[in-house]
């Protein structure tokens, strides 16, 4: 029997379509609007066993034939796709990487059973808080970043400058050395509110996988300030398993925190007694 050849995520290529390549689909998503209608077009984030990641675009005419093989997690054999060159001025890429996969109606798809594992289930390129003042406003590619949460606002509706009202959270986050405001609009502020509110591990350590870094200049700040924000590829994870949030968690009790104070951030417990419990205090 033939053994299939898979190719490695870092050497394909513009210059042929005859690619075959074993993935996971770590990630998913679709472009949305100004008005917030989403595209057709659907977007995938590749993970292959070489620990390499790819950006890959399904056109809106072809996704009926695939879809159901392309949820988050999923092992898959692509084969017969075109590779594209980003161009220099294409920004917000959702990985650091000058090329993207294309599928095109010649494209196959196999969704792989069993998973055998020997792809990771996810991988970050992280950045250090301290060093986003560095990419502030440049976003060439977009940035996983990880930290502590230390205090959250409640949920906002506000008024864009189209008029539509959206929803908003604002967060900050440490990782010992550094600080950062994040701002979550739209439905994923909807999904982090919801998501937090059922944690149980505190302090809360998130991952935001393809954050926008942006910068604003408060009334109260005579230098700039970093911003975290989303875009439609940003993902976050709380708690998440991973070596990095479990080293993450170990530092807590260090010097390196010794500055942060996070007892806002774990619910107060109600403790309900019966009758014959109570008389008993």
Avoid at 19 to 28: D, E, G, L, M
Avoid at 224 to 235: D, F, I, P
Wanted: aromatic fraction near 12%.
């Amino acid at each position: 029997m033939a053994v299939n050849r898979f190719h490695s995520l870092g050497d394909v290529n513009p210059g042929s379509y005859n690619w075959n390549v074993k993935v996971r689909i770590v990630r998913s998503w679709r472009g949305v609007s100004f008005s917030g209608e989403e595209f057709k077009g659907l977007n995938l984030l590749l993970l292959d066993d070489k620990n390499i990641r790819m950006h890959a675009f399904v056109p809106g005419n072809i996704i009926e034939n695939h879809e159901d093989k392309f949820s988050e997690g999923n092992i898959c054999k692509i084969s017969n796709f075109s590779v594209k060159q980003y161009k220099p001025d294409e920004k917000f890429r959702s990985i650091n990487s000058d090329k993207q996969i294309i599928l095109t109606t010649y494209s196959k798809v196999e969704k792989i059973y069993p998973d055998d594992m020997l792809i990771p289930k996810n991988m970050f390129d992280f950045y250090d808080l301290c060093d986003l003042s560095d990419i502030t406003n440049d976003n060439l590619y977009l940035t996983d970043v990880i930290g502590v949460i230390q205090r959250d606002l409640p949920l906002a509706k506000v008024m864009n400058r189209f008029n539509n009202i959206q929803s908003q959270v604002k967060f900050t986050i440490v990782d010992g050395r550094a600080s950062v405001n994040v701002t979550f609009w739209d439905s994923i502020a909807d999904e982090f509110v919801k998501a937090i509110s059922n944690e149980t591990g505190f302090p809360i350590i998130i991952i935001i996988a393809s954050a926008k870094v942006t910068s604003w200049q408060g009334s109260k700040h005579s230098t700039s300030q970093v911003e975290l924000s989303n875009v439609s590829a940003t993902k976050f994870y709380l708690n998440y398993e991973d070596h990095t949030v479990w080293h993450l968690r170990q530092l807590l009790d260090t010097p390196l925190f010794s500055q942060y104070d996070f007892s806002a951030q774990i619910p107060e417990k109600v403790e309900v007694l019966s009758v014959d419990e109570i008389k008993k205090l």
